[in-house]
């Protein structure tokens, strides 16, 4: 079975970068016409799909987060990674990183376990 | 962007008994293939989101029959024909149509 597991900091100061790794295990990254995505979840609160990256490159980002936003893949480490920017309070929340499927509908079945990485001097 | 609602926002409900909420979009999500682009998700207690329904109606791989997606357009339900102690939670639900995806607000499910 597929699995997912983020990693990066949890603290991270205002105006910083938050900078996230997905690493998949129990299956190939580059195999088949998979999605790698990103959700996040503020504390209490619910859900907001960050964007997602195929493995030839297709990338789909939120309009709100586009500018700070960066999702890369790197196939030889079966990881993927996200960079935002100038982050700020608002972006406290656990990020998820997740499985992509588009072969009918839009749908994440697999999911990391989540990381809280809050943002604070 | 689409938006999506949820009701209720709270469900107490009895194990055994069946169970059913509703999430509204504020734009159809019939998708030119006829099939409507609505997944729904069960976050349960300290755990990562699962997928439970994609397609609006097609159970994803593991996922008990108990658990039925329904609706067209802009009106869908999900039911749980006999709900177990193990189904307790926030269900989202979320348009698949266009980015940028959106969930709803999300159901608490929790026993009486």
């Known amino acids: 079975q597929l699995q997912l597991q983020e990693s990066g900091p949890g603290l991270v100061k205002p105006s910083e970068t938050l900078s996230l790794t997905c690493t998949v295990s129990s299956g190939s990254i580059s195999s088949g016409d998979y999605y790698w995505g990103w959700i996040r979840q503020p504390p209490g609160k619910g859900l907001e799909w960050i964007g997602t990256?195929?493995?030839?490159?297709?990338?789909y980002y939120n309009p709100s987060l586009k500018s700070r936003l960066t999702i890369s893949v790197d196939t030889s480490k079966n990881q993927f990674s996200l960079r935002l920017t100038s982050v700020t309070a608002a972006d406290t929340a656990v990020y998820f990183c997740a499985r992509h499927r588009r072969d009918w509908g839009n749908y994440f079945d697999s999911w990391g376990q989540g990381t809280l990485v809050t943002v604070s001097s | 962007d689409i938006v999506m609602t949820q009701s209720p926002l709270s469900l107490p409900v009895t194990p055994g008994e069946p169970a059913s909420f509703s999430c509204r979009s504020n734009?159809?999500?019939?998708?030119?293939?006829?099939?409507?682009?609505l997944d729904w998700y069960l976050q349960k207690p300290g755990q990562s989101p699962q997928l439970l329904i994609y397609?609006?109606?097609t159970r994803a791989s593991g996922v008990p029959d108990r658990f039925s997606g329904s609706g067209s357009g802009t009106d869908f339900t999900l039911k749980i024909s006999r709900v177990d102690a193990e189904d307790v939670g926030v269900y989202f639900c979320?348009?698949?149509?266009?980015?940028?995806?959106?969930f709803g607000p999300g159901t608490k499910v929790d026993i009486k």
């Open positions: 990256r195929s493995n030839s490159g297709s990338t």
């Open positions: 397609l609006g109606s």
């Open positions: 979320m348009q698949a149509l266009q980015t940028p995806f959106t």
């Open positions: 734009q159809s999500l019939l998708h030119s293939s006829g099939y409507n682009y």
